[in-house]
């Protein structure tokens, strides 16, 4: 697992306490694009977390780009795919 996928982990795992959570590093389908030019990844993210219940979706990424803070200035470019469900959701289907 690379330094960067524990990293955002580590802060993913801190902040909302995940019964699931899947980080993949999309990097190397971005060589050559403008924004990785900085060595900074592009990364997909799925979290299930009972901190998302009662939050709309739009309050459930802002939950999420603030649990990796300064991650976003130094080790992600961008996140493709944020997927924040409840453990509810899930059971739901």
Request: proline share 3%.
């Amino acid at each position: 697992m690379s330094v960067r996928i524990e990293a955002i982990r580590a802060a993913l795992s801190a902040a909302l306490m995940p019964v699931e959570l899947d980080v993949l590093d999309e990097s190397h389908q971005h060589v050559g694009h403008a924004g990785a030019r900085d060595g900074r990844g592009h990364f997909a993210v799925r979290v299930v977390s009972g901190a998302f219940d009662g939050m709309p979706l739009l309050a459930r990424h802002r939950r999420i780009y603030a649990a990796l803070g300064e991650l976003m200035s130094t080790d992600i470019h961008a996140l493709r795919v944020i997927a924040a469900h409840t453990p509810a959701e899930v059971e739901a289907g």
